[in-house]
């Protein structure tokens, strides 16, 4: 059911930045794009989403393509603890939340020390 | 944002016996979801539960198997019934958060649950 596509795993060193990216062809117009990551052990958290715009928060920031069928989540400065499974995740904006989160296998970034 | 409990943090259950999972949410919400995460997979989606109705079952799962609760806006319950080792997964429970224009999910620490 997922409607987008990542790379099964990907590596980094610390320090350095991260670009993890998706595919989502078949965005809809009312699509907002979510990216959520799952720490070893944890429940996913909540990262960052957008709709058109590149948008920033303290801990990632959100590259999409202008014809929004990809996007690209940026770790500025990868840490140890960025070690996770990361989520890129489409919802309708107009179900008012009540759409279900589909995570696909997500993307498995490695830190390296 | 919203900060969510889950007890017990992990159980070992016989087969054929049940174990209820607690989820408790720090502000009131509307919305609560089960997620089921299986040994090195993503996660599925339970059930949805809204305070006051009936919990709206995903495909492939049933009302007998996995009874939910709603009594409030800060509590629910998920029952895993009759137990067998393909139960054996994780269990969570999250909250919709509207941030902004968008609605944002915040998960549980999940319940680990093994079935011998």
């Known amino acids: 059911d997922a409607k987008t596509t990542q790379p099964n795993s990907m590596e980094s060193n610390e320090e350095e930045p991260v670009h993890l990216p998706c595919n989502h062809s078949t965005i809809s117009g009312t699509d907002y794009i979510h990216w959520y990551r799952q720490l070893p052990s944890q429940g996913p958290e909540y990262v960052i989403h957008g709709l058109t715009s590149n948008v920033n928060n303290r801990m990632a920031s959100l590259a999409i393509a202008e014809d929004r069928k990809s996007s690209t989540l940026i770790l500025h400065r990868a840490t140890l603890r960025d070690a996770a499974v990361y989520y890129c995740?489409?919802?309708?904006?107009?179900?008012?939340?009540?759409?279900?989160?589909?995570f696909g296998k997500g993307t498995k970034l490695t830190v390296n020390p | 944002s919203a900060v969510i409990s889950q007890k017990p943090s992990r159980d070992i259950c016989q087969r054929g016996t049940s174990l209820t999972i607690q989820c408790q949410v720090d502000?009131?919400?509307?919305?609560m979801f089960w997620y089921r995460q299986q040994p090195g997979q993503s996660l599925t989606l339970i059930a949805t539960?809204?305070?006051?109705?009936?919990?709206?079952?995903e495909s492939g799962f049933v009302i007998d198997k996995f009874p939910i609760s709603r009594p409030n806006l800060t509590f629910s319950t998920l029952t895993v019934s009759n137990m067998s080792p393909e139960d054996s997964s994780i269990y969570l429970c999250?909250?919709?958060?509207?941030?902004?224009?968008?609605?944002?999910?915040?998960f549980g620490p999940g319940t680990r649950l093994t079935v011998t």
């Open positions: 999250s909250v919709e958060v509207q941030g902004g224009a968008a609605y944002e999910q915040y």
């Open positions: 995740i489409l919802r309708d904006s107009t179900q008012g939340g009540s759409e279900k989160l589909v």
């Open positions: 539960a809204n305070q006051g109705s009936e919990a709206t079952y």
């Open positions: 502000s009131q919400v509307t919305m």
